[in-house]
């Protein structure tokens, strides 16, 4: 049987885990909640600490997690990942609604853009709007070419976010720009925001009117960069973006639609930091947007001739 502390590690890995694959309630909410075995289909990927293949997964019936003390009930199941199914899984309150992405004749000029992103920026003062102001240091505007073709949307600030004001600059920025270098861009060549402007506590996922409280600002940012194609990182910006829940794996591999830009769904970098085996697969997505972009990518001489 695993110690107490290790019983923590694995479930904060499989509360990770379950994030990247698009739940993410469950380990809010108070009590006991029970998550089951059968559906993984969507999910190719067991994690590596889990120390067993996903064709060992099947024959778990049920493990229930104590999400109020974060302590195994049956920490036995370990042993054995399973396949999971959140039995009583929760809609995203419907948002507002929001105006149509705007029409040609609304379409802010390019050479105005970075002044409507600075009025976006002066509309959101000093915001009490959510409760994520309370815990906040800065506000995480955005950072980019307000003509960006490429824009990235992540979840929200972590702690080097917060103290710079800055969106993507801690260890999930470092690899980001590394993602951005490889499509033979420059994080000066593209626009990057989040679903939320404000730090969770805890780095936690921002909770359904925090996120609606504050995309109507990342959607007006959006209507004024007007780029060709968005990059949801993570199954927080999928969600928020496309209004729906859904296993980040069933989004992945298509191009969706979003104001007007085609959106491609990738895994969040952070999340590629905790299992780098999924590079690969967020590669794939990478070169999605890259085609919808007509870009190809850099080759050995190109980059050795550009100093890359
Ligand atoms: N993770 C995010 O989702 N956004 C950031 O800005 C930084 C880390």
Known sequence: MPSKQDARTLLAARVEYYRDLGIFDFYRRGGQQHVCADRLEAAEYVPPDMGATREHAPSIECDTIDATSATLVNPAIHTVPTALTVVEEHEIPARKPFPAAPAIADVV???????????????????????????????????????????????????????????????????????????????????????????????????????????????????????????????????????????????????????????????????????????????KDLQIAMAELGLTPPTRSSAAESGG
């Open 109 to 283: 000029q390019p050479a105005d853009r970075a002044q409507a992103l600075a009025n976006i920026r002066q509309d959101i003062g000093d915001c009490t709007r959510c409760a994520l102001s309370a815990g906040r240091n800065k506000i995480v505007f955005g950072d980019g070419v307000p003509n960006a073709r490429l824009l990235f949307v992540g979840e929200g600030p972590g702690a080097d976010e917060d103290a710079q004001g800055v969106p993507f600059v801690g260890r999930a920025g470092q690899l980001l720009n590394n993602m951005i270098n490889a499509m033979g861009l420059s994080r000066q060549q593209v626009y990057i925001a989040n679903i939320v402007k404000c730090r969770p506590p805890g780095n936690r996922v921002p909770e359904p009117d925090e996120a609606h409280t504050c995309t109507q600002f990342l959607f007006r940012q959006i209507d004024v960069v007007r780029p060709e194609v968005i990059v949801a990182l993570g199954a927080t910006a999928a969600t928020y973006l496309l209004g729906a829940k859904s296993p980040l794996n069933g989004l992945r591999g298509h191009v969706h639609s979003f104001r007007g830009a085609r959106l491609i769904v990738t895994y969040h970098p952070a999340y590629l930091l905790r299992d780098p085996r999924q590079k690969g697969e967020a590669w």
